[in-house]
């Protein structure tokens, strides 16, 4: 019955329930094909009993990532030891509940708030690459040695899957590693180099440089306001170098503007590309209409009937991808048809004519 409605991932049977029930799921490739099999077989007589209907529902799931560690704990219980608080973990409901004397709200709030934000923006990645000059020094126990003595022992860890050095502090502590790996390397190489260059922005001495793939250097500063501006441009995403009064012409690869612009500019230039390629592309993107909702889908093809519904990950909210409405069990023309007046004005004049509906057929 459901292969009907197209191709799934997933299919599967529980054991049967004391009320002679059985519950499947089934997963399906695409949303609207899920849909049209809840509205079509919801209800439905089932072939090997008169007696019996099939409940057809859509399940919806969502799943979150949420970074969550021991010393999380720690902070919480420090922060109820300072402020003689009790804080609780909701996980279910992805809240933390204050428990404590009454006017310290706005006091815990902050305090959260701030341990919070310093979370998020306290972890920076380093990748060991020889192109870029970041290598570490003799053997790599020994180099994490030398960072950690330099930064703090918490501070500084390595990741083996992408070979990066993880730098849990911040933004000075992350440009202070940067620092010591450079003055590591061998030869007057990299450092020495970049002070005796030009930025290839603002013609001056470079000031905190940094030298890309194609051995241009630039103030630290310059590179970043290069890149938010790049992202910003409408048309084709893309950083290109500036080097050789604009002659240059090479466009940077992601992993190399990552390696370059600090972790949270890196996100934020992210962020902005993103913006920018969702305004001008409205044909093919939109924003969810929810207020506030910052999730984005993909608007129907022209040829596509009936236009695919899209459920937001984030609110939930049902929208037709072709009209870009929420009009569950309603075509797209209907749904027009009642908040254009179109229905209200013909039932309107039925009273008037005394016109009764068919009881064989409903009019929506």
């Excluded at 695409?30 to 019996?52: I, M, T």
């Excluded at 390397?185 to 890309?212: H, N, Y």
């Excluded at 040829?303 to 519904?309: A, G, L, Y």
């Excluded at 004519?353 to 009881?359: E, S």
């Amino acid at each position: 019955m459901l292969d009907e409605f197209g191709p799934f991932e997933e299919w599967e049977v529980s054991g049967m329930s004391d009320g002679g029930e059985i519950k499947a799921q089934a997963v399906f490739l695409e949303e609207s094909q899920a849909r049209n099999a809840a509205a079509v077989l919801d209800g439905k007589r089932l072939p090997f009993s008169k007696s019996r209907r099939l409940i057809a529902e859509v399940v919806t799931s969502v799943r979150f990532d949420v970074l969550y560690r021991v010393e999380a704990d720690e902070r919480f219980k420090t922060i109820e030891e300072e402020m003689g608080i009790v804080v609780i973990l909701d996980a279910w409901l992805s809240q933390l509940q204050v428990f404590g004397a009454e006017g310290r709200q706005e006091q815990v709030a902050e305090a959260l708030d701030r341990f919070v934000k310093d979370k998020v923006s306290s972890l920076h990645f380093i990748p060991l690459d020889q192109e870029n000059g970041l290598e570490l020094r003799g053997d790599s126990e020994r180099g994490l040695q030398e960072l950690r003595s330099k930064l703090g022992k918490d501070k500084v860890g390595f990741d083996e899957s992408s070979r990066s050095i993880v730098i849990h502090g911040s933004e000075n502590d992350f440009i202070k590693a940067k620092q010591i790996m450079a003055r590591g390397q061998p030869g007057p190489s990299r450092d020495r180099l970049m002070q005796e260059q030009d930025c290839e922005i603002c013609l001056c001495e470079a000031e905190d440089p940094v030298m890309t793939s194609c051995k241009h250097v630039y103030c630290s500063h310059c590179f970043v306001n290069m890149c938010y501006a790049a992202s910003a441009q409408p048309g084709e995403i893309g950083i290109i170098c500036e080097g050789d009064e604009g002659e240059c012409g090479h466009v940077f690869e992601f992993f190399e503007i990552r390696d370059l612009l600090p972790s949270e500019t890196f996100e934020d230039v992210l962020q902005e590309s993103f913006t920018t390629f969702v305004q001008t592309h409205q044909e093919k993107f939109r924003y969810c209409p929810t207020p506030d909702c910052t999730q984005v889908y993909r608007v129907a093809s022209q040829t596509e009937e009936p236009p695919p519904t899209y459920t937001c990950n984030s609110c939930l909210a049902c929208i037709c991808t072709g009209c870009h409405a929420a009009h569950p069990s309603l075509t797209c023309a209907e749904h027009q048809d009642q908040t254009s007046g179109g229905l209200q004005a013909l039932n309107t004049l039925k009273k008037k004519l005394g016109i009764q509906d068919c009881p064989r057929f409903i009019t929506t």
